[in-house]
């Protein structure tokens, strides 16, 4: 069983910057990729970005490209998402994911375990 717990989030103006962290459990954390997704009121939730299971391949979502940055340190099995630049349209519930292969996804069905997810509010 794998628990992944997020935390960073918060209220913060546009500009601004967030890091969220993702604290896995388990020691199969430097085996597979990783990702971050979000959800915003009404919506699908959709892909942010991925990092590949030893950090040196990542994916962003076009949306974020620039101002986001996605981290892993697989010897504290924490994975992190540099968030700057942040506009009033990245308010969502941001999600960590486990994927069940080694290559950074954007697809959410490459993902089999989630976190409980932490709110991000960027006012305007």
């Known amino acids: 069983q794998v628990q992944l717990i997020e935390s960073g989030g918060g209220l913060v103006q546009a500009g601004g910057s967030l890091r969220l962290s993702c604290a896995a459990s388990g020691r199969i954390f430097g085996s597979y990729a990783m990702g971050w997704f979000r959800q915003a009121p009404g919506k699908e939730r959709t892909f942010v970005a991925a990092i590949n299971w030893n950090g040196g391949n990542t994916n962003l979502a076009d949306s974020v490209k620039g101002r986001f940055t996605i981290s892993r340190d697989n010897a504290k099995n924490t994975l992190y998402l540099q968030m700057n630049s942040l506009k009033p349209e990245d308010t969502a519930v941001y999600y960590c994911?486990?994927?069940?292969?080694?290559?950074?996804?954007?697809?959410?069905?490459?993902?089999?375990?989630w976190g409980q997810g932490t709110q991000v509010t960027v006012t305007s």
């Open positions: 994911a486990k994927s069940s292969r080694s290559g950074a996804s954007s697809l959410k069905d490459a993902y089999d375990y």
